[in-house]
């Protein structure tokens, strides 16, 4: 697998920006936040990991990205296609990027600027800075549109690949886990362990990783892992989102400590009729709500769904992103979207079983990104 | 290793917030990152990797502070001390806990709500809501004062412990890297096995790994590995910022690919020599800035830095927090903080040599966390 973008990719992306800025009469984006910056950039790395310094990009109406970022990374963006590169030197306890985000924006500015300021955005960078920014500012900030959330919605084929490769590294770590994982094994180092797997199947490095293990189904599916071991009669529940070159796989796989309860394995079938139920009219032109409503008549009966909020959602380069399986989500898909199919069921009082695989929407049936599981849980 | 902390932890943090909202005629706190809600409730989950959500601590004036949360957390937040959680279900399209937010803080604020706005601080919410958020308020919002970074930068007792334990993790991974580094092995398959050995020396995750592999020294420390083999001459460095119990540490550690060139040898001494200088003076009473320019005069000879910008950090619930070592900040250094210290060296023209150790402030001399690397560079 080839690391990167072609060039292409890059000026696509601006361009189409462009086209929407335009029809959305703003001068330019600024942008502040990892994916973001790195969507039409190309600036990979892991050092966003550190708070203390802020990164910002600008797309100007016209011509390449800008970018305005603390020195220290300087050589790292030299190596994409940017040009304009405008570093100071952070952290600056007295203007850390203020001015000179100012002035840079002030020179492709004169009327509006759009940030994302919708739904799982943020603006990253202190708010008494940001005040700062737009005191100095000639044109006014608004809402960026929605821009760059719906450019990457749809993905690329280079993007997809990439999405792809991931999910193979993660079905080849899951397919391994009878090696780590059985009974007596406490779940903490099943979690060490599991994450060892994804890195030795070729994961650059592993940001998620949530599950459980408890008695028929488990309580909750965000918990860090406890040092109880693994008994008979448990459902071990992994799920991963690891990374490969800046994208994201997020499924999970479901093990059975010894047999399976009928409960039990009645209410995986239900997430697999779950799944079958999505795959039968998910593809161009299907919303978000329908594939909502097609999953949650068999997990729920119709229910309108559960606490945990919503069946899947949009992935790429970040764990979750864009659309939400919700039945307020009215989002019709295209072609080139990657989401998740995520079903839960309840098992039990307070108990839940959960199943995620990964697609991209096509004009037929979805293409599995994920080796799609078996009918039947593995057990251990 | 206890993981997690005694209710007392908390009820301290909470208390002396409290003490400092006073001073400052603040009313509540409002806030929205990892590390904020987790300082003041212990809701640990790597589920803040997803963007989807936003979550929400309330501290008030008295009493214990207020979770405004997704419903998918509410079992995990139960488990904590925190009693008042409130959840809606996310993610919602047109309510996305806005309403509630705005009822919480009007119950607890008349006239003043601080949340972060400072240096490294960020609002972990789509702008738009937060609008709408302060619209619905009686109170009106400004910065908290520093009063979150202020007692964050402090470690208490216990939090120290879990730091000097993931040092301890890292430390034991580094003494292991001859078996998985050295001639011709690719950078990339390095930086994934280092990963394992952490993990299998029990980190209970991995967030952050940089390092470089290049002639005498490399040209920038927080690019991607590349495929490209180690070399004979080649200065290996790996930093890692591995997490045990929600605490980082952060350090490096450089290898040489055979026998090191004298200039390297001579590049690697000065580094040593910078952190003995900066040891000679850290104690209570010492500032950043002291810091900085005690090793600056031994990597540059006293000319003020570099474009790395800083020569060290705090650390602890983030890779870096709190203080800089650069010439403008006169933090000064208290008992119980935990910085960085973190000498970069030039080696010929665009190429540096960068060493990192970790340690927490005492009344004399410094209390090493990471366990301090030998005088000289191991050999691979």
């Known amino acids: ?17 462009q086209e929407m800025m335009h029809a959305a009469d703003l001068d330019a984006l600024v942008l502040t936040t990892e ?18 310094r802020p990164w910002f990009l600008v797309v100007p109406a016209e011509g390449k990205p800008i970018a305005v970022i603390p ?93 792809e490769h991931a999910c193979a590294i993660a079905g080849r770590a899951f397919a391994r886990v009878p090696e780590i994982a059985g009974h007596g094994v406490p779940l903490s180092r099943v979690f060490r362990d599991f994450q060892r797997l994804c890195l030795e199947e070729g994961a650059d490095w592993v940001p998620y990783l949530a599950g459980a293990s ?19 009669g448990d459902v071990l529940m992994l799920d991963t989102g690891l990374v490969w070159d800046g ?53 729920t009966g119709g229910a309108g769904g559960s606490d945990a909020g919503r069946l899947g959602h949009g992935l790429g380069m970040q764990l979750t992103e864009g659309l939400s399986l919700i039945p307020d989500d009215h989002t019709v898909l295209e072609l080139g979207m990657v989401i998740t199919l995520e079903p839960g069921v309840e098992v039990g009082a307070g108990k839940i079983l959960v199943h995620e695989e990964d697609i991209v929407i096509t004009d037929g049936a979805p293409r599995f990104l994920s080796p799609r599981a078996g009918r039947d849980m593995v057990q251990l």
Chains 1, 2 share one sequence.
């Open 247 to 299: 994208y994201f796989c997020d499924f999970d796989r479901n093990f059975s400590v010894g047999e399976p309860s009928e409960q039990t394995g009645t209410a995986y079938a239900r997430l697999i009729g779950a799944v079958d139920a999505a795959v039968d009219i998910v593809r161009t032109g299907t919303t978000a709500a329908q594939l909502f409503h097609a999953m949650d008549a068999i997990v």
């Open 71 to 163: 020195s220290i990374g300087a050589a790292l963006m030299g190596q994409t296609w940017i040009d304009d590169i405008r570093t100071w030197r952070a952290p600056d306890v007295t203007d850390d990027g203020v001015s000179l985000l100012t002035d840079t924006l002030n020179s492709v500015a004169k009327r509006s600027i759009g940030t994302p300021m919708g739904p799982e955005s943020h603006l990253r960078m202190p708010l008494s800075d940001w005040t700062r920014v737009k005191a100095g500012l000639n044109a006014s900030v608004q809402d960026d549109a929605g821009i760059v959330a719906q450019l990457r919605a749809v993905k690329s084929v280079a993007e997809i690949s990439k999405i």
């Open 35 to 52: 994916a973001d910056v790195r969507y039409f950039s190309g600036y990979l790395t892991r050092f966003w990991e550190s708070p203390s």
């Open 1 to 17: 697998m080839q690391r990167g973008f072609a060039q292409a990719e890059f000026e696509n992306r601006t361009r189409r920006a």
């Open 214 to 232: 408890a008695k028929s189904g488990y309580g909750d599916v965000i918990s860090p892992a406890s040092d109880a071991p693994l008994e008979a």
